[in-house]
């Protein structure tokens, strides 16, 4: 059974940063893309960035351009995301997940990703 595991979150100051990793279990896990989604309390889950392996395109959600970065690795099925000036508003769990099944045509949707992590918190202060 194939899993994604994030690691990285933690509690920290407004405008510091952070560094979330994620690893597939396995690897023979073949992916097309990997992405990060996160979910604040009350609130619906929302798209945070995606890279395409095959053509290392990235995409951002609006709130986060500027200040987050996405990289990875897909040999490894590692991706990361770099957090730079964090905002109270960051706040929330964050999940790493995997197309498995092609190449991201919307990157924002979670209807393009097939695997889902656990996820890990980040927490904001002011």
């Known amino acids: 059974q194939e899993q994604l595991v994030e690691s990285g979150g933690g509690l920290v100051q407004a405008g510091d940063s952070l560094r979330l990793s994620c690893e597939a279990s396995e690897r023979t896990f073949v992916t097309w893309a990997m992405g990060w989604f996160r979910r604040a309390p009350g609130k619906d889950r929302e798209f945070v960035a995606a890279?395409?392996?095959?053509?290392?395109?990235?995409y951002y959600a609006d709130s986060v351009k500027g200040r987050f970065t996405i990289s990875g690795d897909n040999a490894k099925n590692t991706v990361y995301l770099q957090m730079n000036d964090l905002k109270p508003e960051d706040t929330a769990a964050y999940y790493c997940?995997?197309?498995?099944?092609?190449?991201?045509?919307?990157?924002?949707?979670?209807?393009?990703?097939?695997?889902w992590g656990q996820g890990t918190q980040v927490t904001v202060s002011s």
């Open positions: 890279i395409n392996w095959y053509d290392r395109k990235t």
């Open positions: 997940t995997a197309a498995t099944d092609g190449g991201l045509t919307y990157a924002d949707s979670v209807y393009e990703y097939d695997y």
